[in-house]
């Protein structure tokens, strides 16, 4: 079965401070890695897509990274509308299932 | 830019009784998805429907959930019954392939009573 761990579970940031999100993962074939933002009551939406070990991804203060156990979302000089839950997904297996398995999240906080 | 378009946006309902929620798909894409969230809990996948059947489904996806694609663009999740249980948001998504991005859409907010 599928797993997916994201540290920590809150973090807050200093407007400026960069930091780091983790999400640790234990797969059958990983398929992709995916990074999603929620803001409250919305739906995930879609920020990176990671699919091998080594890759890399940017979206502006944004940073995505895979290891072939984990990945790192870098976040370099956060402003206070980066505040949000980061979620991260795995698509794994080799039945040609497409379903996401996702981490609880991490709640970010970016204060002036 | 294209988006998933879900309705309502929130529903109340009683016990027992049976709610249908909607969705339209991104036009162009060809899987579409239901999850949940229950309240402080992580994202859970339900279904996946694609060629007009359920392509993989989770075990909280039982007797009482059904989908449906009634037309070419709205794709819908029945719960029969429902339960105090069943109170969550619930998410539709849609793929334009496999291995690609998931996107969702705002969610309906249902809460039974």
């Known amino acids: 079965e599928d797993q997916v761990t994201q540290s920590p579970e809150a973090l807050r940031l200093q407007e400026g401070e960069s930091s780091s999100l983790n999400c640790s993962y234990t797969v059958s074939g990983l398929r992709g890695l995916f990074w999603y933002r929620q803001d409250p009551g919305k739906g995930p939406e879609f920020l990176f897509t990671l699919y091998s070990a080594g890759e890399e991804k940017e979206k502006e203060r944004l940073k995505a990274t895979l290891t072939k156990k984990e990945s790192f979302l870098h976040i370099t000089a956060p402003k206070p509308e980066d505040s949000a839950t980061y979620l991260c997904?795995?698509?794994?297996?080799?039945?040609?299932?497409?379903?996401?398995?996702f981490g609880t999240g991490t709640q970010l906080k970016v204060e002036l | 830019e294209p988006e998933v378009t879900q309705t309502p946006s929130h529903q109340v309902t009683q016990m027992g009784q049976e709610v249908i929620l909607r969705c339209v798909p991104i036009s162009n894409h060809l899987y579409f998805y239901w999850y949940r969230q229950i309240l402080g809990q992580k994202v859970e996948f339900l279904v996946s429907?694609?060629?007009?059947?359920?392509?993989?489904k989770s075990e909280i996806f039982d007797d009482q959930f059904s989908v449906e694609r009634p037309d070419g663009s709205n794709f819908t999740l029945k719960i029969r019954s429902t339960k105090l249980e069943d109170s969550a948001m619930y998410f539709c998504?849609?793929?334009?392939?496999?291995?690609?991005?998931?996107?969702f859409g705002q969610g309906t907010r249902l809460t039974v009573v």
């Open positions: 429907f694609y060629n007009n059947e359920i392509s993989e």
């Open positions: 998504a849609s793929t334009r392939g496999q291995n690609t991005e998931a996107f």
């Open positions: 997904a795995v698509q794994g297996g080799t039945g040609g299932g497409n379903k996401l398995t």
